[in-house]
């Protein structure tokens, strides 16, 4: 099983600021990653997939890069919105899928 | 638009059966596979399993194989995930989802499953 770890598990960030989330595989999964966001009480939603697209309707200030093991997710000026927790997911090869723990995204 | 809509919150004893369901809607049910996703409480997602409606081909997370059956009912466009006999420990919130390509694009709204004496 692919073990999926995102650094780091609490971020703090001011609004309009820059935010970046990582999320590291335990072994290459090519550009096969998804990033959704999840508010409290709500269901996640797709952000990213396949490393870098962004999901219908995502604004253009989230983006995804990386390949291979490394992955981020970047929130270039964050709006009171934004603030949630955020897991990466690998889909390498088909099942089993592996999700990331989640990074929370604080308000500083 | 697409739509998976999930049967209210249940709260069961240890010991019972329960079936929950996932509705889809605005699109072509069968040719999705449809999945679930499990979140403990105050934890992460956890993928459990997913089926393929066209021809019930069902792949399971190790480890939830032999605890829980996922279904579905294609003349009602719907599918199932059921336990025999629930534990404490599957107290969670359940989502329906769409997995497309490898990853989730659409999720339900989510089933609370309450397990408790």
């Known amino acids: 099983e692919i073990v999926m770890t995102q650094s780091p598990a609490t971020l703090s960030v001011s609004p309009g600021e820059r935010a970046t989330l990582s999320c590291r595989a335990s072994?290459?999964?090519?550009?096969?990653l998804a990033w959704y966001q999840q508010k409290p009480g709500q269901a996640p939603r797709l952000l990213i997939y396949a490393a870098s697209t962004r999901a219908t309707g995502i604004p253009a200030r989230f983006s995804g890069s990386g390949s291979g093991t490394e992955f981020t997710l970047t929130i270039s000026s964050l709006q009171s919105e934004d603030f949630a927790v955020y897991y990466c997911?690998?889909?390498?090869?088909?099942?089993?899928?592996?999700f990331g723990q989640g990074t929370r995204l604080d308000i500083k | 638009e697409v739509q998976l809509v999930q049967s209210g919150a249940e709260v069961k004893k240890p010991g019972e059966s329960l079936k929950i369901s996932c509705k889809g809607s605005g699109y072509s049910f069968t040719t999705y596979w449809i999945g679930w996703v499990r979140q403990m409480p105050g934890k992460g997602l956890e993928w459990m399993g997913i089926i393929y409606p066209r021809d019930s081909d069902t792949r399971y997370n190790p480890s939830f194989q032999g605890q829980v059956t996922i279904s579905v009912d294609n003349s009602i466009s719907t599918a199932y995930l059921q336990w025999s006999s629930l534990k404490a420990s599957d107290t969670a919130i359940y989502y329906c989802?769409?997995?497309?390509?490898?990853?989730?694009?659409?999720w339900g709204q989510g089933n609370l499953v309450t397990v408790s004496s």
């Open positions: 989802v769409s997995w497309v390509y490898g990853y989730f694009d659409y």
């Open positions: 997911q690998q889909y390498n090869k088909g099942p089993p899928i592996t």
């Open positions: 072994q290459s999964v090519s550009t096969n």
